[in-house]
């Protein structure tokens, strides 16, 4: 076999450099992210801390993982931006780590050789100073793209583009950067079912076209919104797997801790039963995960694939470590107090984000070369 066309060989377990990152990024969240804080930013209507961000994307730096240093990044890896976005979803952090250092971050990759504005905008990106989002609605997979057919247009759902500082407009004519503040730019905020990561419907007027930065032309934006598209679906498994990681260890905790009839309900054979299949299932999606970020990582062909074979299992993982999490908490379980209510509402948002799970089952067949049901 041609070593050009050799299997990329999976490497699924950590190194100890992201090790070391993990442990940062837990500990900065630990101290400035607990669940009270986060549900009392999302009920007031401002689920993003500023200085978390900073803390995050600035001063550690994870914000330029996936830029090349020339470009003014890390020079990092998919591996490390996957790593970081386990502990965002272990913390439910409300961060527009996604949707600006991988999605937005992506597609300026793409198109940084089309031109010096795609660059310059990478390296505030990189930097922590600004966030992008890009202007697609938040459920649209790779293979569902459908562009507007200009810059004057109305997009429902856009993730994080509320609090974006430029948007990213990708249509049949090309892609543009459009700064939120600019006159012509209507950002209303929607009420999303997961508070931590705010929705909107943006609309660009014709006041708005003319004063946006043309970034890469139509045949180079459409190839650089789906590898954007790609990558956030391959790494949003990441936070899937954190999120639903944390679900099992405090769902086992609880279940040591709680006592019925004189012994730790964890004890008991069904729910015993019920937190071992949990834990095979956290199992596979880690390998899924793992998979996905070490295949886009190495550039992969195969990459589209184990995108869609993560996104695939992981999103309903997610969402059953949650609902396992509430239920088995008993009656504190359905509080508001307790966080469980917010990892379900994670949870379930994830799952129909950057394609539901069907739409990347379908994926997964057509690449693998499986036949269509009739």
Same mark, same amino acid.
């Given at each position: 076999m041609n070593?050009?066309?050799?299997?990329?060989?999976?490497? !699924?377990?950590?190194?100890?450099?992201?090790?070391?990152?993990? %442990?940062a990024v837990r500990a900065l969240l630990a101290d400035r992210n607990d669940p009270a804080r986060v549900a009392a930013r999302a009920e007031e209507g401002t689920p993003y801390d500023a200085g978390l961000w900073k803390a995050l994307a600035a001063d550690m730096g994870v914000a330029g993982l996936l830029v090349p240093e020339e470009l003014g990044g890390q020079g990092a890896s998919h591996?490390?931006?996957?790593?970081?976005l386990e502990e965002l979803g272990r913390a439910i952090a409300p961060a527009p780590y996604l949707t600006s250092a991988v999605v937005a971050t992506e597609v300026l990759l793409a198109c940084a050789t089309a031109g010096p504005a795609a660059s310059s905008l990478l390296g505030d990106l990189a930097s922590g100073r600004r966030t992008a989002a890009l202007v697609?609605?938040?459920a649209t997979g790779p293979d569902a793209l459908r562009l507007p057919g200009g810059t004057v247009c109305t997009v429902t759902a856009v993730a994080d583009a509320a609090t974006a500082d430029v948007l990213l407009v990708?249509?049949?004519?090309?892609l543009h950067a459009v700064e939120r503040a600019e006159a012509g730019v209507d950002v209303a905020p929607l009420v999303p079912f997961d508070l931590t990561r705010p929705l909107a419907t943006v609309t660009l007027t014709e006041e708005a076209a003319t004063a %946006?930065?043309?970034?890469a032309g139509a045949e180079t934006a459409l190839a650089a919104v789906r590898r954007g598209l790609t990558a956030g679906a391959g790494l949003l498994a990441s936070e899937? !797997?954190? +999120?639903?990681?944390?679900? +099992?260890?405090?769902?086992?905790?609880y279940t040591k801790e709680r006592h019925q009839f004189n012994r730790p309900v964890g004890s008991f054979q069904a !729910?015993?039963?019920?937190? %071992?299949? !949990?834990?095979l299932e956290v199992v596979s999606a880690r390998a899924a995960a793992r998979n996905a970020a070490d295949s886009?990582?190495?550039?992969s062909p195969d990459a589209p694939l184990a995108a869609a074979l993560a996104q695939a299992y992981c999103a309903r993982v997610a969402v059953h470590a949650a609902e396992e999490c509430v239920q088995l908490h008993g009656g504190v379980g359905m509080t508001w107090e307790h966080p469980a209510h917010l990892y379900l509402k994670r949870a379930k948002a994830d799952s129909i984000a950057l394609g539901t799970p069907g739409a990347h089952r379908e994926t997964v067949g057509r690449l693998a070369g499986l036949p269509t049901p009739a």
């Open positions: 070593p050009t066309t050799a299997p990329h060989p999976a490497d !699924l377990l950590y190194s100890e450099a992201e090790e070391d990152l993990r %442990a591996r490390e931006a996957a790593v970081v697609v609605p938040f990708p249509s049949t004519v090309g %946006a930065t043309p970034l899937q !797997l954190g +999120l639903a990681e944390w679900c +099992l260890g405090e769902t086992v905790r !729910l015993k039963h019920r937190m %071992a299949q !949990l834990w886009l990582a190495a550039g």
